[in-house]
């Protein structure tokens, strides 16, 4: 069954080149994948909050959980992280410092085991601000983190503490633990004074669309009519986080008939559930944690230009089959046409993955558009599910 939801959010005009109305707009759909015939859970969710860190604000998220009770895990990040980001994002405005959130039901918890998410193999953190004319990413690191950045960051963090301590009384009940089961996230925080950061941690995406025909001149009918910005990247254990996993004390290795996908072991062998991770950062997966995998997220920051259309944000179910301009392309089609945007990438990815692999199960898939230029505003509100 394939859930969409299409939203708008009316916001103070920014002024400047960008007009003097203006409004935020969402499109997003999710769809659970055909393992286990489809009867097993749709284990990715999105989630979008109004009004947060700020009036004004949106946080998007979209998420992809793994192992046995990734689901459950998703929807719970789904819905707490926006207090954690309106919390830590008021303690760094220097407003008085806010109580830090609860997870429903108070203390008490699960038996996930009590650590220090990332073993103490967190990187200094890193922040990226995004080049508009080359769409390249600079890097900063450390106490050069803007207040807003840092703050962002350490609701990632926060929450995956709160998680992996076992102080959600809800997941309790449920007798669900973190223990061998995570998510992955990426995260877009927009405010109405046209400041854009993008949060990822773990291997889902997000991709800027660029009016080619406002940033390079009016485009020729062989031409996409967007141009792609990365504005994410995967944390698979290969390259740098494949040395960051190693040193602390984690291993990399393929299991038999998919040498190439490298998966992450716990470090210790008391602790092994018998399968690996396909990524090297995510909430949850407490039993990873001493190995290296951690929540820390890389944060892309940028001022939204006028040429900046629509913001798509992904799991792998998408990416997996589709290129980063199929993705736009696609979005931007439906988002001219009128339709829902989010849907319209869904069952192209689809349709790829019926064409590219006919036999294979397909993967849960989950996309949310958020709408940054006016002229693509979306109509109406709840489109129903």
């Known amino acids: 069954m394939t859930a969409c939801t299409r939203a708008s959010f009316a916001r103070p005009a920014v002024g400047g080149d960008r007009g003097t109305s203006d409004a935020w707009g969402v499109d997003a759909a999710t769809a659970a994948g055909t393992r286990g015939g489809g009867r097993r859970p749709n284990q990715d969710a999105f989630g979008m909050a109004f009004g947060v860190p700020q009036p004004g604000g949106l946080l998007v998220t979209v998420l992809d959980g793994h192992g046995p009770a990734g689901h459950f895990i998703a929807r719970h990040v789904r819905d707490r992280l926006p207090a954690w980001v309106a919390a830590c994002v008021g303690e760094a405005q220097n407003t008085p410092p806010p109580t830090p959130p609860k997870t429903p039901g108070g203390g008490g918890g699960n038996a996930a085991t009590a650590v220090e998410p990332g073993g103490g193999a967190y990187r200094a953190g890193m922040n990226f601000t995004l080049n ?120 990399i290795g393929s299991i038999p008939n998919e040498e190439h996908i490298l998966r992450v072991w716990p470090s210790e062998s008391s602790k092994d559930p018998g399968f690996g991770l396909a990524v090297a950062r995510a909430f949850g997966d407490v039993y990873w944690k001493p190995a290296g995998v951690c929540s820390t997220p890389d944060i892309v920051a940028k001022t939204i230009h006028p040429d900046d259309a629509f913001l798509v944000l992904c799991t792998d179910g998408v990416t997996d089959v589709m290129s980063p301009q199929e993705v736009v392309t696609c979005a931007g089609t439906a988002l001219e046409n009128r339709c829902n945007a989010g849907e319209a990438v869904l069952k192209a990815a689809e349709k790829a993955w019926a064409d590219k692999w006919p036999k294979h199960t397909r993967d849960d898939i989950t996309v949310a558009v958020l709408v940054l230029q006016p002229g693509l505003l979306l109509q109406g509100q709840e489109a129903g599910a």
């Open 132 to 251: 508009d004319a080359t769409g390249a990413m600079h890097t900063c690191h450390g106490s050069d983190m803007p207040p807003l950045t840092a703050a962002l960051r350490r609701a990632y963090i926060a929450l995956d503490e709160d998680l992996c301590a076992g102080r959600s009384t809800l997941l309790a009940a449920s007798k669900v633990t973190p223990d061998t089961s995570g998510c992955c996230a990426v995260t877009a925080l927009v405010l109405d004074d046209g400041t854009l950061l993008v949060a990822s941690c773990g291997d889902s995406s997000a991709f800027l669309a660029v009016s080619r025909s406002r940033s390079a001149g009016a485009s020729s009918p062989t031409e996409a009519p967007y141009l792609v910005r990365p504005v994410s990247l995967a944390h698979k254990p290969s390259g740098a986080e494949a040395t960051r996993i190693r040193l602390a004390g984690g291993r």
